[in-house]
């Protein structure tokens, strides 16, 4: 079966290389032709030239517009955007006879290539069975009714993540300000529900490692889209609006290649409190 990825950053990167390795017949385009080199794929010099599924991993709303033309038989959006540019872009393509879903990813690179991903997959049950021989092959799968629905969720999911690890590091900096040790602030944390959050990212807020598999100013993107999506709904999200604040100031004051997840104890060092310590 013939699978294309438009747009080849880390993401779609790690895309290709799991339909790769699940036998699949693997096209690629990304505007920078280098992004393509050493991936295991046949280069496409135009998204028309795009064959079978045809994945999307473009950046923002900006460049999911942008596309024009694609070729394929069945259109997959994985990138994250918001509600809005999702259903312009169905209206757009389902209307040329285009099957189309929404699958965003739940996960990072590591999680695409090993096959240990959730698929968020929205959009008609035809479409999906079509399909789903690419899907069973690629993690796990969530099935949802419409593209909007499945983007919805990736952005609350998103969401929901990017504003516990801000807590996180404030949790963080409270309890230094006070004179209480990482040790402590740790051993608290694995004493109760918050063990698991701990386990996974305490660590790497304490010791980031470069570079971040998700950048600051990627998650002030998805927070926004949020929000944009809610408010365009009327249904405001207040404390994902401070949220959102935070990280797109953050990312103003020269944070925005750093970790997401380093928001918390970047405030101080991004001149938001006093002590720089952090």
């Not at 709303?61 to 169905?90: H, P």
């Amino acid at each position: 079966m013939d699978v294309t990825v438009i747009g080849t950053g880390r993401m779609g990167s790690a895309l290709v290389k799991r339909l790769a390795g699940q036998g699949f017949n693997v096209y690629a385009w990304n505007r920078t032709k280098d992004k393509l080199k050493d991936l295991p794929a046949k280069a496409i010099d135009d998204i028309s030239q795009a064959r079978g599924v045809t994945f999307i991993f473009v950046s923002d709303d900006e460049a999911l517009n942008a596309v024009k033309g694609v070729g394929g038989d069945v259109i997959v959006l994985s990138g994250t955007y918001s509600i809005s540019a999702v259903t312009a872009f169905n209206v757009r393509f389902t209307g040329m006879g285009k099957g189309l879903l929404a699958a965003p990813v739940v996960g990072g690179p590591g999680d695409v290539e090993n096959g240990t991903a959730i698929y968020l997959v929205g959009g008609p049950e035809a479409t999906y069975q079509r399909v789903r021989e690419v899907f069973d092959r690629l993690g796990v799968v969530i099935r949802l009714p419409t593209a909007e629905s499945a983007m919805a969720l990736k952005l609350a999911y998103n969401a929901f993540l990017i504003g516990t690890m801000a807590l996180l590091g404030e949790y963080v900096v409270l309890g230094r300000t006070y004179g209480v040790d990482d040790d402590t602030l740790r051993t608290l944390l694995f004493k109760t529900v918050f063990k698991d959050v701990a386990e996974k990212y305490l660590d790497r807020m304490l010791k980031p490692k470069s570079p971040p598999s998700f950048t600051l100013a990627l998650a002030a993107k998805d927070v926004h889209y949020a929000v944009k999506s809610a408010g365009d709904a009327k249904t405001p999200l207040v404390v994902s609006s401070a949220v959102k604040s935070l990280y797109e100031l953050l990312a103003t004051l020269g944070f925005g290649n750093e970790d997401y997840v380093r928001a918390g104890l970047l405030e101080l060092i991004g001149g938001l409190g006093k002590n720089n310590a952090y």
